[in-house]
T-cell receptor, first 113, second 110 residues
Framework: SQTIHQWPATLVQPVGSPLSLECTVEGTSNPNLYWYRQAAGRGLQLLFYSVGIGQISSEVPQNLSASRPQDRQFILSSKKLLLSDSGFYLC????????????FGPGTRLTVL | GQQVMQIPQYQHVQEGEDFTTYCNSSTTLSNIQWYKQRPGGHPVFLIQ?????EVKKQKRLTFQFGEAKKNSSLHITATQTTDVGTYFC??????????FGQGTRLTINP
């Protein structure tokens, strides 16, 4: 069966520090991968999605970037965090080439102080 | 770009009352999906609707997809405390990504 992992689960970082969040999927090949951000009590904002290794589509211009160095690994990064980067970051995957169900990871709660 | 509007943003009910959340898209959708996020958790897939006018049921939950494939609703009959959470609709216009509504947060007075 397929599983999706995210780490860390929680993170507290000072403004201006770098960020690296990792997401890995097991049990499937060539998945579509997604990064979402959810502000407290708000909806899901799609940040990036990827349909293959090295292929990244950015949905919202900001100081974040994403990379997909391996088929089932998706990384969200920032060189300098802003206060507004605080939120709940969710990684998700779906079957390649389809518009089917998205399966979400447990998420990372990021607080920027 | 495609927008998906969801109302209401919040809904508080007494246990046993019904609950409905509505979703409207600015464009025709190829399908619509519904997700539930429990407090502190991550979104979990509930159902997908594909056909115009489609109605699907899961126990006390009834999902509808509009004839024009631009709107959808989720209705819960006789809510229970386990129904607490935020319900999201997500529309798909054919690309390999979803556009999520803002969600409806349901709280229940036992």
């Amino acid at each position: 069966s397929q599983t999706i992992h995210q780490w860390p689960a929680t993170l507290v970082q000072p403004v201006g520090s770098p960020l690296s969040l990792e997401c890995t999927v097991e049990g499937t090949s060539n998945p579509n991968l997604y990064w979402y951000r959810q502000a407290a009590g708000r909806g899901l904002q799609l940040l990036f999605y990827s349909v293959g290794i090295g292929q990244i589509s950015s949905e919202v211009p900001q100081n974040l970037s994403a990379s997909r160095p391996q088929d089932r690994q998706f990384i969200l990064s920032s060189k300098k965090l802003l206060l507004s980067d605080s939120g709940f970051y969710l990684c998700a995957w779906s079957v390649s080439g389809t518009t089917d169900t998205q399966y979400f990871g447990p998420g990372t709660r990021l607080t920027v102080l | 770009g495609q927008q998906v509007m969801q109302i209401p943003q919040y809904q508080h009910v007494q246990e046993g009352e019904d609950f409905t959340t509505y979703c409207n898209s600015s464009t025709t959708l190829s399908n619509i999906q519904w997700y539930k996020q429990r407090p502190g958790g991550h979104p979990v897939f509930l159902i997908q609707l594909v056909k115009s006018g489609e109605v699907k049921k899961q126990k006390r939950l009834t999902f509808q997809f509009g004839e024009a494939k631009k709107n959808s609703s989720l209705h819960i009959t006789a809510t229970q405390t386990t129904d607490v959470g935020t319900y999201f609709c997500a529309g798909n216009q054919g690309a390999q990504k979803l556009v999520f509504g803002q969600g409806t947060r349901l709280t229940i007075n036992p």
